[in-house]
């Protein structure tokens, strides 16, 4: 067979079980210690690193693991065996900074014989870490909630997820004060990027923070005394923008309209 003279633009496609023919030029059959990277390349895998000792004894057999990888900062391990939990600080590896006793009853307890691995998961958010029991049945409480027409289900929630420039937002509110029909409306422009490129004016938690003003203004010219009660305000991080019209007669069964652009609704329920 002739020889084959060719160039190959990078090797970051990984490893692929397709013929010759069928298979990317970045592609290879077989890769050992190496790492693709779109950024750096074909490069060679990162090595493991001794740290120091996380425990005295190994990890029992059948114990529930579970990493937590907050940030560069912050990296625990938490281990569930024997009803107990423990969770140790992998960076300063000190010991156990928190430990918990499952007595019988407690919802992450489980029998004698049961290997935690098997029926705990685990998954962390942010600052959160959510356990749940394989073993245990969910079963509602006696506990009901309110019936859909109650005051306190009369909310809704205008969320900003994403600003963007040059745009209207509009928020309005139609509703009726003894027969006549009334409309509280918050328009914010986000206007044009700066020179550098960025806009503070375009982040969502400022559009959604200057509806909120607005839409309390409007609510007082209309009606001075609900102004208090309606209780529009802004989430922090989240930027939505919550309306709260549980005790407020004239609000009740009125209509939330929100627009991104000029004169284009988006969203439009019934309170």
């Known amino acids: 067979m002739a020889l084959i003279n060719t160039s190959l633009a990078n090797l970051v496609q990984g490893v692929s079980q397709q013929p010759d023919t069928l298979r990317f030029d970045g592609q290879c059959e077989e890769q050992l210690n190496a790492l693709s990277s779109v950024s750096d390349g074909l490069k060679k895998r990162p090595n493991t690193r001794y740290v120091k000792n996380l425990l005295t004894t190994a990890v029992a057999d059948g114990a529930f693991v579970h990493f937590i990888n907050r940030d560069k900062t912050e990296k625990y391990v938490l281990i569930i065996n024997n009803n107990e939990l423990k969770v140790y600080n ?129 609510l007082v010219v209309l009606y001075l005394p609900y102004n208090e009660i309606i209780g529009v305000q802004v989430i922090p991080e989240l930027h939505p923008v919550l309306i709260e019209p549980c005790d407020v007669p004239f609000l009740k069964n009125s209509t939330v309209k929100l627009s991104a652009s000029k004169k284009t609704p988006i969203i439009s329920f019934t309170l």
């Open 90 to 218: 992998v960076l300063t590896a000190g010991g156990a900074v928190q430990t918990q006793t499952f007595t019988s009853g407690h919802y992450l307890h489980i029998n004698d014989g049961s290997k935690p691995r098997d029926i705990f998961k685990a998954l962390t958010v942010g600052d959160n870490t959510f356990i749940l029991n394989n073993s245990k049945t969910a079963n509602k409480t006696a506990d009901a909630s309110n019936a859909f027409s109650h005051a306190d289900n009369n909310k809704a929630i205008v969320f900003v997820k994403q600003g963007h420039y040059q745009t209207d937002y509009t928020v309005e509110i139609d509703f009726t004060i003894s027969g006549v029909a009334k409309t509280a409306k918050a328009t914010y422009i986000s206007g044009e990027p700066e020179s550098t490129g960025i806009s503070l004016n375009a982040r969502a938690g400022r559009i959604a923070s200057v509806l909120r003003d607005k839409l309390n203004d409007a």
